[in-house]
């Protein structure tokens, strides 16, 4: 019998259905990817790109407005109002982010060790979070309104002031009043956020540390920093980021008053679009666009050079 040789079968044909099967799911990944593209090239980056450009013009509304180059921004920084922005917005995310991350880390590290009631205390934590920011800070103002506020009843009873405290127009009292009311609006999320990384710290660590005789303060410092690091650098960026775009705690406690005390980027960018000057109102909000490209640029080489 003259044995068969099976046909041979080229590289050719061994690799082509392959290949078809891979153009195949390269195809169907970019249809199921165009729809979110299209999304954010509408939602996102369109309106991004436009805002940028009608800072470039003179735009009002029912006008569209001509290109005058870096007008906009010079006469922003001649302002007087512009400056005060700029130290307002220093001062109110310097103060409110540095509380917020004492503050936060403490009571994160107390929920995170073996204590009475933990769980309830993990919820109510939330409550000032989860509260809407109209009710918080409509709250926070009447909390500090001189005729029937709570801190001024307080103050009176304890002898401490003789008559009424007017705190959101005292220019020397506002910045502190909003930088309060911010903190306790926004401090629940750092809470929340440092005791998720806390939760995943390894206890060997703390273990052979405390066998080494480190102190307290030393494993806080070479054990639980280093480890959640990462957590504390990206929630610092998200909430300097929020907390330099809130609008609603300046609007309804002060409305950038007294006398500009209290302005900041959101509140001038509002009265720009109240006063139909477009061109003018987005050259304030992309005013900020260079200190968080530089903020972002900072946090993800400190994030890459520890990975």
């Known amino acids: 019998m003259t044995e068969q040789v099976a046909p041979s079968i080229g590289r050719g044909q061994t690799t082509r259905p392959r290949m078809r099967m891979s153009q195949s799911d390269a195809i169907m990944g970019y249809l199921l990817v165009a729809p ?3 999304c954010l090239l509408i939602l996102v980056v369109y309106p991004f790109v436009f805002a940028i450009w009608i800072s470039f ?18 006469y922003l920084m001649g302002q007087s109002n512009f400056q005060a ?9 310097g103060s409110v982010q540095t509380l917020k991350l004492v503050l936060g880390m403490g009571i994160a590290l107390l929920l995170n060790q073996q204590i009475r009631g933990r769980q309830l205390w993990r919820g109510l934590i939330l409550l000032p979070w989860a509260m809407p920011a109209f009710v918080a800070f409509i709250t926070w103002k009447l909390l ?21 405290v007017d705190f959101l127009s005292t220019k020397a009292l506002a910045m502190p009043s909003v930088i309060v009311a911010s903190f306790w609006r926004g401090f629940p999320f750092w809470v929340i956020a440092f005791l998720a990384a806390l939760q995943n710290v390894s206890q060997e660590l703390y273990e052979a540390a405390a066998i080494d005789g480190a102190s307290a303060w030393q494993r806080f ?20 980021i929020w907390t330099t775009n809130s609008f609603e705690a300046i609007w309804l406690m002060t409305q950038g008053g007294p006398s500009d005390a209290t302005m900041t980027f959101p509140v001038l960018a509002y009265f720009g679009m109240q006063s139909l000057r477009i061109g003018e109102a987005s050259a304030v909000s992309v005013s900020m666009l260079p200190v968080f490209a530089i903020l972002v640029f900072i946090v993800a080489k400190m994030l890459q050079k520890e990975d």
Request: glycine share 8%; proline share 4%.
């Open 57 to 74: 013009t003179d735009r009002m509304i029912g006008q569209p407005g001509n290109f005058v180059g870096l007008q906009n921004y010079f």
């Open 221 to 240: 410092r070479h054990v639980t920093m280093p480890s959640i690091r990462h957590v504390v650098l990206v929630v610092v960026l998200l909430s300097t």
């Open 36 to 38: 979110i593209v299209i």
């Open 85 to 93: 922005t700029i130290r307002n917005t220093i001062v109110l995310v």
């Open 144 to 164: 500090f309104a001189p005729q029937g506020g709570a801190f001024n009843y307080i103050l009176i009873e304890l002898g401490w002031v003789q008559s009424h």
